[in-house]
């Protein structure tokens, strides 16, 4: 398995970025795909997340309204649209699939920051 993260960048607050993770190694249009983030200091934070089948998707409450999760299932890719940035949404934003049990995979994560 194999979750590999790219958009990060930095921005200024009220900015947008879309952060990306192609996903291979197992049947990704049969799992839940999630975002979370890990900002300086603070414990790992679940973003967003998204169902494999009708889309369904959750968010965390500070990101509702801004974020928003997707996924191609032709392109095993997830998409966070990230918009109305704020400085504490600078993190390194991590992709997360569980597989079942102990078979829980990251991705490297990329790092989101916005400063004036």
């Known amino acids: 398995v194999q979750l590999v993260e790219s958009g990060g960048d930095s921005v200024q607050p009220g900015g947008s970025l879309r952060l990306s993770c192609a996903a291979s190694g197992f049947t990704f249009k049969l799992y839940a795909m999630s975002w979370y983030r890990r900002a300086p200091g603070k414990e790992r934070e679940l973003v967003a997340t998204i169902l494999s089948t009708a889309g369904s998707t959750n968010y965390a409450d500070s990101v509702k309204g801004r974020f928003t999760i997707s996924r191609d299932n032709a392109k095993n890719t997830v998409y966070l649209q990230m918009n109305s940035l704020k400085p504490e949404d600078t993190a390194v934003y991590y992709c997360?699939?569980?597989?079942?049990?102990?078979?829980?995979?990251w991705g490297q994560g990329t790092q989101v920051t916005v400063s004036s």
């Open positions: 997360n699939v569980l597989l079942g049990g102990d078979l829980d995979y």
